[in-house]
């Protein structure tokens, strides 16, 4: 049994704690703001997703695949808006693109983990469908199989994939300003 959460809970605490985080949480996030950040969601999910998929890491665990539902979430509340990529997502698609299959397991773990655990709670209070916070199985069997696959020497890379998930959020804060 892997140690992961416990190895990056710090960095887990601090993305919790930056101020778009509590944004999303307040119920009254501008549905424009929101899909901005669903966008540059879908782009980071279909990039991570499309090399996963290509090099057989999400066999069995097929349905946690999200970025075709993040973009008809976007799409819903963004309705053929103009909306730049931040910075934050363009550097994060450029750094998976060089890591190794463990590695890369490591950002499936951060984003798909929450999806599945604090997705859960962002899901009420934001607007639109929420269907990329619908998963198809049970939920505690998705997360026991991505736990199994799980390595504490994936510590590092999962500390650098909240680190960009922090840039991203600050990123999305001064938007809000």
Known sequence: MSNLKQLTMEHHRSAERCGFVKTLLSGSINPVVYGTFLLNQYHKYSALESLAHSRGLLTGIESIQRADKILVDATELLLHQNIDLLESTTEYVNHIQTLNDH???????????????????????????????????????????????????????????????????????????
Request: net charge negative; proline share 1%.
């Open 103 to 177: 590695d890369l397991f490591a950002h499936i773990y951060v984003h798909h983990m929450g999806d599945l655990s604090g997705g859960q709670m962002i899901k009420k209070r934001v607007p639109g469908a929420c269907t990329m916070y619908d998963f198809d199985g049970d939920v505690n069997e998705i997360k026991k199989e991505i736990r199994s696959r799980c390595k504490d020497s994936m510590a590092q890379e999962a500390k650098m994939c909240f680190d960009f998930a922090i840039k991203q959020f600050n990123e999305m804060t001064q938007l809000t300003a």
